[in-house]
């Protein structure tokens, strides 16, 4: 069964779509999220960013807010992140901030991943793969971090699959009601 956690709120700041580009409907289909449950807002900056998202995180209402900046974003701090995961829990709403081409920096998250591009498994016939990651845990409150997988995305099941020699060992869950299963694979909206 795949999660469901709808509506989903992507904030994104004028820097974050000026440099990684506008997101494609037909692309995040195909990423297992339905454009018709997401709700899309550009910001000027991380302030106006950091107000939306304080009030958003508050809503019962919200499946999951998307927080997107580019760079250092010097107002997401430790102060700002932890006001933000103390209205997550009080509404029960799952807050993600991605911070594109930025560096670590102190945050109230529970934990902090590092995501990016690796190349693909051919098919046969070398025809080109699918999507592939390389996923580092690299901060996990009050558990083991430095975990590393490779990870392929199959747009048939909509799920992350671990690719071959990938290691993994800690069970990824993205739904909150499935939080007491282990062994719940990562899925995507669909």
């Known amino acids: 069964m795949v ?3 709808t509506p989903v709120l992507w904030l994104r700041t004028e820097a974050a779509e000026r440099q990684s580009g506008r ?14 449950t997401l709700v899309m807002a550009l910001v000027p900056d991380e302030v106006v960013l950091l107000r939306a998202a304080a009030d958003a995180a508050r809503c019962p209402g919200l499946g999951v807010l998307m927080m997107e900046a580019w760079g250092r974003a010097p107002a997401l701090d430790l102060t700002a992140t932890r006001r933000l995961q103390l209205a997550a829990e009080t509404s029960g709403a799952t807050v993600l901030l991605l911070r594109v081409a930025g560096q670590a920096q102190p945050s109230a998250a529970a934990t ?3 995501v990016a591009a690796c ?3 051919p098919l046969p ?10 996923i580092e845990l690299q901060r996990r409150r009050g558990g083991p971090s430095g975990q590393r997988w490779r990870v392929e995305w199959d747009r048939d099941t909509l799920q992350f699959n671990a690719a071959p020699l990938s290691g993994a ?5 993205a739904d909150r009601t499935a939080a007491g299963d282990s062994s719940a694979p990562v899925r995507a909206q669909g």
């Open 112 to 114: 902090r991943w590092e």
């Open 169 to 173: 060992g800690l069970s990824l869950v």
């Open 3 to 5: 999660a469901r956690a």
């Open 23 to 36: 997101l494609h409907a037909t692309g995040l289909r195909e990423l297992g999220l339905d454009p018709a």
């Open 125 to 134: 016939a070398d025809a080109p793969g699918r999507p592939a990651f390389l």
């Open 119 to 121: 190349p693909s498994t």
